[in-house]
């Protein structure tokens, strides 16, 4: 029986992760941050089937001890300080845990496991002001926020352990990933909630910043199967992954108010207050490379992934457990 590791898996993608490896028959387990409160909404209707122990980014001892405790096969690094309006508010501390802390947990793979695969989650932001579109694994790093800039940091020490100390360590370049499971702070989640409670009567209108800003959308169910399949190669390499489509922030507007039978523009109020210092207008992933190499490829469309985001924030208004 494989083992893994799965820092931040009480997150969207580690949670999803958590559920494909347990599918793939693997002993998982979960790192959690020791906090004043618990949230294990995610996987609660599977916690029982891992093994959580308690360790920090920020700590290197407790690296070095559940490491040592574990022996992972694979270790998947998807904690990080990760929204990245926060970024601007909290930048040193977003620098330590998204930067310096991929460092800590690769000196501590490279102390305790050397022969572990390590999966690092680097992020579609580190592309920022775009050079060209589409973006690739050649496409070089203009990042336009602290969240950016310490993820193009956490992706070049993977590479340079790799490099330095011929460690399996790699990095995926995750465009935007949405699900029933993302925090209600992103802006697609958001969306969702509230067209849920607009259509319920809960709420009146939904205060947007740029709905121009343009992303390449998927299903983070999708995109955890892209990051094993990486770890299953025989040598390790980064890879972008995408869907290869983009959509504005008024097409998911306008599909998800539409889902319900409402018009966006009734219900939607430009608030500068939401405008990013820098923003990020366009990105568009260019995911060839995983397609030939890894044989993946997306199996939710953006519809698919709009609708079924608006039903299961129905659900949850109405009272309804949703685990999707």
Request: glycine share 6%; with cysteine.
């Amino acid at each position: 029986m494989k083992k893994a590791l799965i820092t931040g898996i009480t997150g969207q993608d580690g949670s999803y992760l958590a559920e494909f490896l347990l599918e793939k028959g693997y002993e998982v387990t979960g790192m959690v941050r020791r906090a004043s409160t618990e949230t294990f909404e995610r996987i609660g209707h599977f916690k029982d089937q891992i093994n959580l122990l308690q360790a920090d980014l920020l700590d290197q001892f407790s690296l070095v001890k559940i490491l040592e405790d574990v022996q992972p096969d694979e270790i998947y690094n998807l904690a990080a300080m990760s929204f990245v309006p926060t970024s601007w508010t909290q930048p040193v501390l977003t620098g330590e845990f998204t930067a310096l802390g991929v460092t800590k947990l690769l000196e501590a793979m490279r102390m305790v496991c050397p022969s572990a695969k390590f999966y690092q989650a680097s992020s579609s932001e580190m592309f920022g002001k775009v050079i060209e579109t589409p973006q690739s694994e050649t496409t070089p790093f203009y990042p336009r926020s602290p969240y950016g800039v310490a993820k193009v940091y956490g992706h070049f020490i993977t590479v340079n352990y790799r490099e330095s100390y011929n460690l399996y360590a790699l990095s995926g370049i995750l465009f935007n990933h949405e699900s029933p499971r993302r925090g209600k702070e992103f802006v697609t989640r958001k969306i969702t909630d509230a067209v849920a409670r607009i259509k319920l009567g809960k709420q009146k209108e939904l205060r947007m910043g740029n709905l121009d800003a343009k992303r390449d959308w998927g299903f983070a169910g999708d995109y955890v199967r892209a990051m094993w399949l990486m770890l299953q190669q025989e040598t390790a390499d980064d890879y972008v992954v995408a869907t290869g489509r983009t959509h504005s922030v008024r097409d998911f507007l306008q599909i998800a108010f539409s889902h319900v039978d409402l018009n966006y523009e009734d219900y939607v109020v430009i608030d500068p207050a939401f405008i990013r210092p820098a923003e990020v207008e366009l990105l568009l992933g260019n995911s060839t490379k995983a397609r030939e190499q890894l044989g993946w490829t997306p199996e939710v469309s953006f519809e698919q992934l709009v609708t079924m985001m608006v039903d299961a924030d129905m659900d949850r208004q109405m009272g309804k457990t949703v685990t999707a």
